[in-house]
């Protein structure tokens, strides 16, 4: 029986206080076990209001199905990076999407390429297009200022990594790096990308930043923060540059297309 037959037999119900019995008999005969309660309210002129337990449970559904929505959209738009903190703890990094899904269990084939002196991938392809519009500038490592503010990262250091990006490193690197934090502001952007080089002096700068954190941390991380608000105009023209660039390549090749499809029409 469905719920608008159900609601049916409940309008016949006669709304007499005299006959509540009966009417309690009619709801058990009607088969309306369903029903988790109801009310008589003659006095007032109401009616018999019910509640079911099929509504409870599609209201539960709807409460389910919208928090899902959200998490979707929150995937779309933020990436949860699992990362390694000091000691080797597990830390959730968070960034903007700039990746296509479950880009971590492709990081094998994208570094087919090698590595560069970020040690990123060289020619990333799981990097979307947006992502090449934000990653230039660095926009996508700004949700990260709130784990800075929760004593997860320090304002400088290397960048936080997982498992299975140390893998590429020396152990006695690692080993060292996870003393400390890692850094909102990574140590290699204070390195200009002239100076930057390829993957091999990546790892040795790393190592430099790392002798000079094991001999005074505060003097390391004020020298690398001093260079890299120096750096900071070139590096924000250099983002604007690219990300220029990456725009109108999009735009000439959507332009492009719409016209090989006018074109086919005609």
Same mark, same amino acid.
């Given at each position: 029986?469905?719920?608008?037959e159900?609601?049916?037999?409940?309008t016949e119900?006669?709304?007499?206080s005299n006959?509540?019995?009966?009417?309690?008999?009619?709801l058990?005969n009607?088969?309306?076990?369903?029903l988790?309660?109801?009310?008589?309210?003659?006095n007032?002129?109401?009616?018999?209001?019910?509640?079911?337990?099929?509504? %409870?449970g599609?209201?539960?559904? #709807? =409460? !389910?199905?919208?928090? /899902?929505?959200?998490y979707?959209?929150?995937?779309?738009?933020? *990436?949860?990076?699992?990362?390694?903190?000091?000691?080797?703890?597990?830390?959730?990094?968070?960034?903007f999407?700039?990746?296509?899904?479950?880009?971590?269990?492709?990081?094998?084939?994208?570094?087919?390429?090698g590595?560069?002196?970020y040690g990123?991938?060289?020619?990333?392809?799981r990097?979307?297009f947006?992502?090449?519009?934000?990653?230039?500038?660095?926009?996508?490592e700004?949700?990260?200022?709130?784990?800075?503010?929760?004593?997860e990262?320090k304002l400088?250091g290397?960048?936080p990594?997982?498992?299975?990006?140390?893998?590429?490193?020396p152990?006695?690197?690692k080993?060292r790096?996870?003393?400390?934090?890692?850094?909102l502001i %990574?140590?290699?952007?204070?390195i #200009? =990308? !002239?100076?930057?080089? /390829?993957?091999?002096d990546?790892?040795?700068n790393l190592?430099e *930043?790392?002798?000079?954190?094991?001999?005074n941390?505060?003097k390391a991380?004020?020298?690398y923060?001093?260079?890299?608000?120096?750096?900071?105009?070139?590096f924000?023209?250099?983002?604007?540059?690219?990300?220029?660039?990456k725009?109108?390549?999009?735009?000439?090749?959507?332009?492009?297309r719409?016209?090989?499809?006018?074109?086919?029409?005609?």
């Open positions: 029986m469905n719920l608008q159900t609601l049916e037999k409940i119900i006669p709304n007499n006959n509540g019995n009966e009417n309690n008999g009619n058990e009607t088969g309306l076990e369903s988790a309660s109801y009310r008589d309210n003659s007032n002129g109401n009616g018999v209001v019910v509640t079911s337990s099929y509504e %409870r599609l209201e539960d559904r #709807l =409460k !389910k199905k919208f928090c /899902n929505i959200l979707d959209i929150r995937d779309y738009i933020l *990436y949860n990076k699992k990362s390694l903190g000091k000691g080797g703890k597990p830390v959730n990094l968070w960034k999407r700039s990746m296509i899904q479950n880009a971590d269990k492709h990081l094998d084939r994208a570094a087919k390429n590595y560069d002196g990123n991938p060289i020619k990333d392809p990097i979307t947006i992502g090449r519009i934000i990653r230039p500038t660095k926009i996508d700004l949700p990260q200022i709130w784990n800075l503010l929760r004593g990262l400088v290397y960048a990594m997982g498992e299975d990006d140390w893998k590429i490193y152990g006695d690197t080993e790096a996870l003393k400390y934090k890692p850094g %990574r140590f290699q952007y204070a #200009l =990308k !002239k100076d930057r080089g /390829n993957f091999d990546h790892v040795k190592n *930043y790392l002798e000079k954190c094991d001999r941390l505060k991380d004020g020298e923060l001093l260079r890299f608000l120096r750096n900071v105009p070139i924000i023209a250099f983002g604007m540059y690219k990300m220029a660039g725009c109108a390549s999009g735009i000439s090749r959507h332009v492009s719409y016209g090989e499809m006018k074109s086919d029409k005609v």
